[in-house]
């Protein structure tokens, strides 16, 4: 293949649409690392801040990578959110803290909202690099989400959608 879009991907020029898709995964990973800090102060479950820790990790990655993706175009990346002080679970007043049934949900309906975003970026990349970039997150977040779906189901947290227990007779003419 010859031409502008030929080659190594990554001589290849971003087309809007992977910029913009770029730059908004960076500044919802750099709103996620944010949030995800704040929970593992109100996080009181040994494996609920494992699951954190892995998240705070992934998101720090994907802002690493989309950022050098976006610099390597000479564009700017989101700005990122300051550092919170840091706090202890008994220093938080009850009624203003968290719970962990409360913290896994929003981190299982995060990692849903991240599937769909992956693959919508992956199906709208012609550059191989982001499309690969993007997929390897959707690997990541789907492996991230079995380990939270293990957990709020181990801990009574799960509050599954109304579920057909016995199905109705069918009549037979």
């Known amino acids: ?21 770029v730059w908004q995964a960076s500044m919802v990973a750099k709103g996620a690392l944010s949030c995800y800090r704040a929970y593992m102060y109100h996080a009181g479950d040994h494996d609920l801040k494992k699951i954190l820790g892995t998240l705070i990790d992934q998101a720090e990655l994907e802002i690493s990578e989309c950022d050098s993706l976006l610099a390597d175009q000479g564009l700017a990346s989101a700005p990122v959110m300051p550092n919170r002080p840091e706090a202890k679970l008994e220093d938080i007043p009850v009624g203003a803290r968290f719970t962990d049934p409360e913290i896994a949900a929003k981190l299982a309906a995060d990692i849903a909202t991240g599937l769909v975003a992956c693959s919508m970026v992956m199906g709208q990349s012609i550059r191989e690099d982001i499309g690969a970039l993007f997929a390897k997150y959707h690997l990541t977040k789907a492996a991230i989400g079995l380990k939270i779906m293990h957990l709020t189901k181990k801990n009574g947290w799960l509050i599954p959608p109304p579920l057909q227990v016995k199905r109705p007779e069918t009549v037979k003419a």
């Open 1 to 21: 293949m010859t031409g502008i879009l030929g080659g190594n991907a990554k001589d290849e020029p971003m087309h809007y649409g992977e910029i913009y898709n």
